[in-house]
């Protein structure tokens, strides 16, 4: 291989490094995002299902005052 080549060879590998540790970097935060995204929607499902318990409760309330009338 001719000296040109093995620089072509090296520049390439160069930014093929480059590109590879920016793919990283962006998977970490792809993944970081993930995760804040997913512990969010676990509270808000937990939120919507103590909504749904307190209102199932009200009805009950108010089904058995409509009994006692």
């Known amino acids: 291989m001719e ?3 093995l620089h072509a060879l ?3 590998l160069e930014v ?3 590109q590879h540790e ?3 970097a962006h998977n970490r935060q792809l993944r970081a995002s ?3 995204w997913r ?3 676990a ?3 937990e939120k919507n299902e103590m909504a749904r318990v ?3 409760a009200m009805i009950s309330r108010l089904k058995a005052l409509e009994q006692d009338s």
């Open 34 to 36: 993930e995760k804040a």
């Open 54 to 56: 307190k209102v199932e």
């Open 39 to 41: 512990e969010e929607r």
């Open 16 to 18: 093929l490094l480059r």
């Open 22 to 24: 920016q793919l990283k």
């Open 3 to 5: 000296n040109a080549e």
């Open 10 to 12: 090296a520049a390439k």
């Open 43 to 45: 509270q808000l499902v």
